[in-house]
């Protein structure tokens, strides 16, 4: 499978402000990334699905102006959270469609957002 | 109803035995299975990888498939406390690219 770096690992920020989340494919030219949000306890919630050079696809529910996602390379794809509130707290996982082969999903290291 | 359904757990096996885990599904269309582990805080690791019927072996690890139950396992032998971990199902239909998760079943491997 791919190799995914995402970083920040974890991030800190206040009310009102914008953080990215980085996500790169290291040995796989990815088209297509996911992006997934996930509560203590909880599993894994699909928030969109990012295309190489073209529009992030958003779940239902998925407010897309509160969260941006630019594909702009075949290995980078970003997570902009605008405007962050308390209730944006969450882990933020991206994974990369496929690999060294069309096998399971290979998923990054996690991004843990804390909004005060 | 869920697509997927897995037991939260947790469960909990001595060291040395074998950890049995599940789910079960509703749509027919799932062809593509997994099984992740996840550490606390951590991105999910791919552990097993089937698209057909039947058994795949990897080391310490049986996955099991079976298409006409919409049921599949995951077997760990020899169990470690470094296996403590969420384990997740994830599935993906032949159309598309989505996966779609079970919600975890936490295990705690006890020395």
């Known amino acids: 499978g791919a190799v995914v770096s995402q970083h920040p690992s974890w991030v800190i920020c206040k009310s009102g402000t914008s953080v990215k989340i980085e996500c790169r494919s290291l040995?796989?030219?990815?088209?297509?990334m996911f992006w997934y949000r996930q509560f203590p306890k909880k599993s894994l919630m699909l928030m969109a699905t990012?295309?190489?050079?073209?529009?992030?696809?958003?779940e239902q529910g998925v407010e897309k102006d509160k969260f941006l996602i630019n594909h702009a390379s075949l290995t980078l794809s970003t997570l902009t959270v605008t405007s962050a509130h308390p209730e944006d707290s969450s882990f933020y996982i991206c994974?990369?469609?496929?690999?060294?082969?069309?096998?399971?999903?290979?998923f990054g290291s996690g991004t843990r957002l804390t909004v005060v | 109803q869920k697509e997927v359904e897995q037991d939260p757990g947790p469960l909990s096996v001595p060291e040395g035995a074998i950890v049995s885990l599940n789910c079960t599904y509703s749509?027919?269309?799932?062809?593509?299975f997994m099984w992740y582990r996840q550490y606390s805080r951590k991105g999910p690791e791919l552990l097993m990888y089937t698209y057909s019927s039947g058994n795949k072996e990897d080391g310490r690890f049986t996955a099991q498939v079976d298409k006409s139950s919409k049921y599949i396992s995951l077997f760990i032998r020899d169990s470690q406390p470094s296996d403590s971990a969420t384990y997740l199902c994830a599935m993906r239909k032949a159309a598309g690219n989505k996966l779609t998760f079970g919600g975890g079943t936490r295990v705690l491997v006890k020395p």
């Open positions: 040995d796989f030219q990815a088209t297509t």
């Open positions: 990012s295309n190489e050079g073209s529009k992030a696809t958003y």
């Open positions: 749509n027919s269309a799932f062809q593509y």
């Open positions: 994974s990369v469609a496929g690999g060294s082969a069309d096998y399971g999903y290979t």
